[in-house]
């Protein structure tokens, strides 16, 4: 890394000396190491002048502690002295990614809710039905006629 300002110290957890010594490959966790190369190199084969990397990714840094971070991350390539270089802005989604499985959980429970509701209403209106139905014949009964309906 050629420049890393103090928001990535705080990402990675590392320090502005140990980010300059480091290979981006060092912030990418082990299972995605062979798509992020691949990745990286379609970038530089085909790059746009500035993109989303994580529109559809699932992206995580990996911190100096080990634990991985999800993070979206932008990409802009630039000349650096007569040279192409990366500039990669990184964002903690940590909170967001937590709402969106809260609002997923919540759109299940909705679901198994309706559903709960739309049962027990049929119950109800058969059970409804049953019971009128019980009530005309014991009327029919008492009344002496087998037509529920009189």
Do not use: C, W
């Not at 499985?101 to 409804?128: C, F, M, P, S, Y």
């Amino acid at each position: 890394m050629l420049i890393a300002n103090q928001a990535a110290e705080a990402l990675t957890g590392y320090s502005h000396e140990e980010l300059h010594a480091l290979s981006i490959e060092a912030l990418v966790p082990h299972a995605a190491s062979v798509q992020h190369s691949a990745h990286r190199r379609r970038f530089m084969g085909e790059p746009a002048p500035r993109r989303p990397m994580s529109t559809s990714l699932e992206i995580t840094l990996l911190r100096k502690d080990g634990t991985e971070l999800p993070v979206d991350i932008s990409l802009s390539l630039i000349e650096l002295d007569d040279n192409d270089a990366v500039v990669a802005a990184a964002r903690d989604v940590s909170e967001q990614r937590a709402i969106q499985r809260a609002l997923q959980e919540h759109r299940r429970l909705l679901v198994i809710a309706n559903e709960r509701d739309r049962v027990a209403n049929k119950i109800r209106a058969n059970t409804i039905h049953r019971v009128f139905g019980i009530g005309l014949s014991l009327q029919a009964a008492s009344l002496g006629t087998d037509d529920p309906g009189m």
